[in-house]
């Protein structure tokens, strides 16, 4: 019950942010008038096909219908993180007449804790980022401006790393507002470091950012004009993997505009990066190869309602494929729909148990895999699919 009060304001909420009337919504969606006001009245939740309908045409993702979707972490969900994570972004901002009274923090010790602030944003750690990256977002803005002019450089490249973990904790923790803002002040510190390719990769979590609050012809323009930028710039791994990852970012963005052809050709151009990088990769806080490339390729036909394609496309993930598990997890959900809406329903049972038994906590947590039960069950409620749908909370 709560789902659907959330799904009926949310839709409520997002359609009359645009001046639409239910009519203009049921054009726009092609769907009838009756699904749009019967959902908005929370007598039903309606099939799977008709939401995507709704969220392209309100220019949003089908998670966004429902609210922000948050981890299964409960550590990820504490507001305090964010208020630390905000007062230490304003307090930087209003330190700058103090910088001249200031020693200019060690080197190697920024380094170090740049480092551990990295691999505990992979770990998942986000309690304990809430404790180390406000004092390290300070030590790093200091560090920038109270070094000398000629020795700024390698200061302003870890307090533009720093920054940018900021903006992808924040995002991960749907504070997207604040992540555009510390994003935007590591691009900043990037453009310091003498490094293009950290500029670009920022840009690219930038472009993310934009997708998350529904601005996917920016965040495409943003993430192509970025690739475009250090296309000549070399041809070394790090560069093809933040190229790599821009021109992913770019076709999720336009594929969610609604540009599904000029989505199919960013994700051609990123094929043939990733076939030169060879295997997955991860640098520059981006994550790109052939199972990225994959991933994009099956949502994007999962977004324009070609499930035979996502299908096809999913085929091609490698077996040594090193997917994290919310990627892996975003990856199964699109295939398990594709299989439902191909009317595969043993396989699709099988790929959702496949992500029950991977981390049973993360899948209660999702709600797209619940939504594809629903839709099950309306072609098949017995044995093992009712069992699932059961301990997920979907069926008593």
Request: aromatic share 4%; hydrophobic share 40%; charged share 25%.
């Amino acid at each position: 019950m709560e789902d659907s009060t959330q799904l009926s304001s949310s839709v409520r909420r997002l359609r009359t942010r645009q001046g639409m009337s239910q009519n203009d919504l049921a054009v726009a969606a092609d769907v009838s008038v009756d699904v749009v006001q019967r959902l908005e009245q929370g007598r039903r939740t309606p099939k799977l096909e008709n939401l995507y309908r709704i969220a392209r045409a309100l220019d949003v993702g089908i998670a966004d219908l429902f609210g922000a979707v948050r981890p299964v972490r409960e550590e990820l969900s504490q507001p305090p993180i964010v208020a630390s994570l905000r007062d230490a972004l304003i307090n930087v901002a209003d330190l700058a007449d103090d910088y001249c009274d200031e020693e200019v923090p060690n080197l190697r010790e920024l380094e170090r804790a740049t480092i551990y602030a990295t691999g505990t944003y992979w770990a998942g750690q986000y309690a304990l980022l809430g404790e180390i990256l406000p004092r390290l977002l300070v030590d790093t803005h200091t560090a920038v401006h109270s070094a000398p002019v000629d020795s700024v450089a390698p200061y302003a490249d870890l307090s533009a790393q720093v920054r940018q973990i900021a903006a992808a904790v924040l995002l991960r923790l749907d504070a997207a507002d604040l992540a555009l803002g510390a994003a935007r002040d590591a691009v900043k510190d990037a453009k310091k470091s003498n490094d293009p390719l950290r500029v670009a990769a920022i840009k690219q979590t930038m472009a993310h950012v934009l997708i998350r609050q529904g601005l996917f012809p920016k965040a495409s323009t943003l993430a192509q004009k970025t690739a475009e930028s250090i296309q000549g710039l070399g041809t070394s791994r790090q560069h093809l993997v933040v190229y790599g990852g821009l021109l992913l970012r770019a076709a999720g963005a336009a594929g969610r505009a609604n540009d599904i052809s000029g989505a199919e050709s960013l994700i051609a151009e990123s094929r043939d990066a990733a076939a030169r990088v060879g295997s997955d990769s991860t640098d520059y806080m981006l994550s790109f190869g052939p199972s990225q490339v994959t991933v994009q390729q099956t949502d994007t036909c999962v977004i324009s309602e070609n499930y035979s394609g996502a299908l096809r496309a999913a085929r091609r993930m490698p077996r040594n494929s090193s997917l994290n598990l919310l990627g892996r997890f975003r990856h199964l959900s699109d295939v398990s729909l594709a299989q439902t809406r191909e009317g595969q329903v043993e396989r699709a049972t099988d790929t959702l148990l496949t992500m029950e038994s991977a981390a049973p906590n993360l899948m209660r947590a999702q709600r797209l895999p619940n939504l594809i039960l629903r839709e099950l069950l309306d072609l098949r409620e017995q044995g093992r699919l009712r069992e699932l749908a059961v301990r997920q909370g979907v069926v008593d």
